[in-house]
């Protein structure tokens, strides 16, 4: 028996229309098809048949006239206390989200990032206290897990390398820069520089979770040249290469956004990479599920505007 109530419960959904419940909350609240009609600005012969499909629909009479009001059935007075909750449901699906409304805002957004971006966190912090004084930016290390975090909604937004194929990321191009090599002001390397120059010093490696695993496209390059990198040390962060290149004679081989705000300060000199290799671009990437809510949109802009400052001086080597 519950079973054949539950299939008659699903097909009534299936088949009910939206408009014949409004009619029936009006009918329920008025109890007279004159006022609901005047009210849904209908005519009486309309209300009249709307009540007659909801009857048919819901297998009950919901109104019995009584006078010159209709009396509601049993049935109808249960949908009367719940019917008003669900049509106000409803109406705020439909509408979509609300307006974010940043000056009013006490929000936290969450943004994984390399730590080389570090120099655009300033300029967004300004950015965003300027219009959003209550809200709250945190910086969360780009790990093996950031971009399932950012599918979940958990971050809300993710600086990372262009290219990322991943159906639940949507990404935006935020710069493009050349690949250059540093290494210590006076490098040997440096003084008659070349490939064969490049090779014949050991070089010092990033370990990054979001690059492609497997040969990276500096060592793909250096073999179609016939020659190898030889790697001599490898660290987790970029943070930790400059100052351990301005005391060894290790080179490094990257995107010059990567050095642009330290090479100077530990006094590290560079050279173009001695072979082609394609512009590495950097996107912001937000969730396709969540990423169009418009707080999240908000922040994006803020965090794309930032990142132009990323490409002053960046461009060349």
Same mark, same amino acid.
């Given at each position: ?5 539950? *299939? ?9 229309? *939206? ?27 309309? @209300? ?5 499909? *909801?009857? $048919? ?6 109104? #019995? ?11 109808? $007075? ?8 669900? *049509? ?39 950015? @965003? ?23 979940e909604g958990r971050y809300d ?6 290219? #990322? ?28 520089? %070349? ?22 496209? #500096? ?19 970029? %943070?930790?290469?400059?100052? #351990? ?17 330290? %090479?100077?300060?530990y006094g590290l ?14 996107? @912001? ?33």
């Amino acid at each position: 028996m519950e079973q054949g109530s539950a *299939l008659m419960n699903e097909i009534q959904l299936r088949q009910i229309d *939206l408009n014949l419940l409004v009619v029936l909350d009006t009918l329920l609240r008025e109890g007279s098809v004159t006022r609901t009609a005047r009210q849904l600005h209908l005519t009486p012969s309309a @209300v009249s048949h709307a009540l007659k499909r *909801l009857r $048919e629909t819901f297998g009950d009479e919901l109104l #019995i006239r009584d006078g010159r009001r209709m009396r509601p059935t049993v049935r109808a $007075e249960g949908l009367a206390e719940t019917l008003p909750r669900v *049509l106000r449901q409803l109406e705020r699906v439909l509408a979509g989200p609300s307006p974010f409304r940043p000056d009013a805002s006490s929000r936290t957004f969450r943004l994984a990032a390399p730590d080389f971006v570090a120099p655009l966190v300033p300029h967004l912090l300004e950015d @965003v206290g300027r219009v959003a004084p209550g809200v709250r930016v945190e910086l969360v290390p780009r790990s093996e897990g950031a971009i399932r975090h950012l599918t979940e909604g958990r971050y809300d937004a993710l600086i990372a390398p262009s290219g #990322i194929e991943n159906e639940g990321l949507r990404g935006e191009v935020i710069g493009s820069w050349p690949w250059a090599v540093y290494g210590r002001r006076g490098h040997p390397a440096f003084d008659d520089w %070349s490939l064969g120059a490049w090779a014949r010093f050991p070089h010092l490696q990033i370990r990054t979770t979001l690059l492609q695993k497997g040969r990276g496209p #500096i060592g793909r390059k250096a073999a179609e040249h016939g020659v190898r990198r030889v790697v001599g040390a490898v660290v987790p962060h970029f %943070s930790m290469a400059a100052p #351990i290149l301005a005391q060894t004679d290790l080179l490094l081989t990257v995107p010059s956004v990567v050095m642009t705000s330290v %090479s100077f300060v530990y006094g590290l000199d560079c050279r173009e990479a001695p072979f082609e290799l394609p512009l590495q671009g950097l996107s @912001v990437y937000r969730s396709a599920a969540v990423g169009d809510e418009p707080g999240v949109r908000w922040f994006l802009q803020r965090v794309s505007a930032a990142a132009g400052r990323l490409s002053s001086g960046a461009g060349t080597v």
